[in-house]
């Protein structure tokens, strides 16, 4: 049997029918490519191995949980990749899929990973602490509306599916969890640049309480500052809003 390690947050999911659950989410957006990040115990990847007709790769660090894996699955010989989520290359050619039950120490930096893979993602359903998924879908006015937020709609359609307690992992984390599906759109909102978006947005955010005027003044000429959107504080504007201030930034 696989040991469990705190030190890259592993949280094994038990309860078969939130397995299930996922699954059946995944399936809603028809895909031929699949990837699944940290299979740990295969909760998972035993129902989605079984998919007919998909390629199917899973990417897991974890030495001994490769092991456990090949040996209880010999159906994924050739099809583990034994790195990092965050140190490889897109897994496929094309489009394709991504699902997990992510590791919760590495949540928000596997987003940012889809989010650099969006030209070739065809969805993403995955399982994150609650407080992460509420952020990623948090919309303008929301306490918790924030830089994941606007970063990821400015990019993806994000559905909140369902919150999973904490009795259904093995050992039970100290956090709920959740489950967001992220699409791409079809229409991405206009910005002038990846950069320029960035900036704005983590500069707003890092002094949220104060208007956007004084929080983001030294990105915009002093003449710009002068519309009234800059009364407002960042989490007051919405994706569209901070898109369209990338046109006017210096």
């Known amino acids: 049997m696989y040991t469990l390690k705190k030190s890259l947050g592993q949280h094994f999911l038990k309860d078969e029918s939130i397995c299930q659950r996922i699954v059946q989410s995944l399936e809603e957006y028809p895909f031929e490519k699949l990837l ?4 740990g115990g ?3 990847t035993k129902y989605l191995v079984r998919l007919p007709g998909i390629d199917f790769r899973c990417v897991e660090l974890d030495d001994e949980k490769v092991a456990w894996l090949l040996k209880n699955y010999p159906a994924l010989e050739g ?5 990092s ?5 897109p897994p496929f050619e094309g489009t394709f899929t991504v699902v997990g039950n992510f590791p919760y120490n590495i949540s928000t930096e596997i987003l940012f990973k889809v989010q650099e893979w969006r030209a ?3 969805s993403m359903v995955g399982m ?6 509420q952020r990623v879908a948090a919309r303008e006015g929301n306490k918790v509306y924030g830089v994941t937020s606007v970063l990821m709609q400015a990019y993806f359609k994000v ?5 999973v307690d904490e009795e259904a992992f093995n050992p039970p984390p100290k956090v709920k969890s959740a489950v967001i599906r992220m699409t791409p759109l079809k229409e991405p909102v206009n910005i002038r640049s990846d950069k320029h978006l960035s900036l704005l947005v983590k500069t707003a955010f890092n002094q949220r309480r104060k208007t956007l005027r004084n929080a983001v003044k030294g990105l915009f000429e002093p003449d710009k500052l002068q519309d009234g959107i800059f009364n407002k504080r960042a989490e ?5 809003d901070f898109a369209a201030l990338t046109f006017t930034m210096r």
């Open 159 to 163: 559905d909140y599916l369902f919150e």
């Open 36 to 39: 699944e990040v940290g299979p």
């Open 85 to 89: 989520v965050l140190d490889i290359d």
């Open 128 to 133: 994150f602490q609650k407080e992460v998924a």
């Open 42 to 44: 295969g909760a998972l």
């Open 236 to 240: 007051q504007l919405s994706v569209a």
């Open 79 to 83: 099809k583990i990749i034994h790195k």
């Open 120 to 122: 070739q993602i065809g």
